[in-house]
Nanobody, 128 residues
Framework: QVQLEESGGGLVQAGGSLRLSCAAS????????MGWFRQAPGKEHEFVAA????????YYADSVKGRFRISRDIAKNMVYLQMNFLKPEDTAVYYC?????????????????????WGQGTQVTVSS
């Protein structure tokens, strides 16, 4: 069993930055891809970013490409999402997700079905 806990959410003005953290515990595997998703009120769950098991490859939704950066510290079982140039439309609850024992094409990582464990989310609010 893997437990994920997000932190770092908060209120920030447009154009500002925020860093989210995801702490993993339990039976974790450093070889599995992890990702960040978000959900705004009344909207569907949306893929944000994903990172390969080794951390060397990152993939982003077009809406955040160039503004957000995902990274991981394997030794600390931590995954981060650095968010820069934030926009009001980035306002959402952000969720950390982890696959377990999976190997799949990176393009599938934007699908929620490619993940096995989820955190409870952290709120990010961007004011205009």
């Amino acid at each position: 069993q893997v437990q994920l806990e997000e932190s770092g959410g908060g209120l920030v003005q447009a154009g500002g930055s925020l860093r989210l953290s995801c702490a993993a515990s339990g039976r974790t595997s450093s070889s599995d891809h992890m990702g960040w998703f978000r959900q705004a009120p009344g909207k569907e769950h949306e893929f944000v970013a994903a990172i390969s098991g080794g951390g060397g490859n990152q993939y982003y939704a077009d809406s955040v490409k160039g503004r957000f950066r995902i990274s991981r510290d394997i030794a600390k079982n931590m995954v981060y999402l650095q968010m820069n140039f934030l926009k009001p439309e980035d306002t959402a609850v952000y969720y950390c997700a982890s696959a377990y024992g999976r190997s799949s094409w990176y393009r599938s990582w934007r699908n929620r079905g490619e993940y096995d464990y989820w955190g409870q989310g952290t709120q990010v609010t961007v004011s205009s």
